[in-house]
C-alpha cells in the first residue's frame, strides 16, 4: 500500500517529480523538482513494433541525462497480448536491468506469471484502454475493471497506472482504490481539460509550448484530486 500520493511522471518540465520520456516523448527536460524518470516504449510501439536498438538508446540517453533519485524502465510490451508481453519480456528485460527499476505490462489485466525472471520491480496496469475500451469515454468501466485488479494485487506488486483518464482516476479516488497506486503517468493534460481553456489558447485545443501545457496539467489536476 502506498501511503503518499502518486508519483505522477509528464513529458513536459513542469513541477510535478516524475519526468516521462518515451518513443513519442523523447525530450529528457525537466524541472528542477524533477527528479523520478520514467522511460516507456509508449502504446504505438507496443501496438505496431518498434525498434529495441532505438529503444536502448534511448533509456540510455534519457538515463545519463541528469542525476535521477530513481528510474524505472517499462519493459517493451504487446498490445492487448498477455502471452507475447511474457515473451518479450523474457528476451528484453535482462538488458535493461542494469538502467533501473523494471516495469511490466498488464496486458489483458494478467499479472506477471511465477518465476519470471527477471522479477518486475513494479506493474503497470494499462489504464489508456483496455482490449477495445476507450478509457476516456468509458471511464467508469474503466475504473472497475482496473480497481479490481488493483485490489487483487497491490499487496504482491507496486501498482503503476498507465495514461489514466482524469474521471478514471476519480473513481479510483472516490472508492478508497488509488491510495494503493504508487505512481501513474499523463500527457492527456496536452488537450486542453476544459473549454475556458481552449478559449484562452485561442480556440486550440492542443497545448503548443510548455508554459501552456503546464498550466494545463495543473488544471488537469484538480480535476481529480479537487473536484468533488
Known sequence: MSSAPPIVFIPDACDTFGKLVS????????????????????????????SLIDYVKLVDKAVSSA????????????????K?????WRKYAPALRRYGELMFVAQQLQPPPEGLDPRPDIVAVPARRLGDIDCSRAHMRCAQHIARFIEDYHAMYRI???????????HLRRWGTLKYVESFDTATYRRAPTARL?????????????????????AWMSLVFNKY
Open 198 to 218: 481552449k478559449r484562452e489558447n485561442g480556440g486550440k485545443w492542443q497545448a503548443t509550448d510548455t508554459d501552456t501545457a503546464c498550466v494545463w496539467f495543473k
Open 160 to 170: 503503476h497506472l498507465l495514461g489514466p483518464a482524469a474521471r478514471a482516476l476519480r
Open 84 to 88: 507475447l508481453t511474457v515473451e518479450r
Open 23 to 50: 518513443l513519442v516523448h523523447r525530450s529528457t527536460a525537466k524541472s528542477l523538482n524533477q527528479v523520478h524518470l520514467m522511460v516507456d516504449v509508449g502504446i504505438s510501439a507496443a501496438r505496431f513494433g518498434f
Open 67 to 82: 542525476s535521477w533519485e530513481s528510474v524505472r524502465i517499462v519493459v517493451p510490451d504487446a498490445f492487448g497480448n498477455h
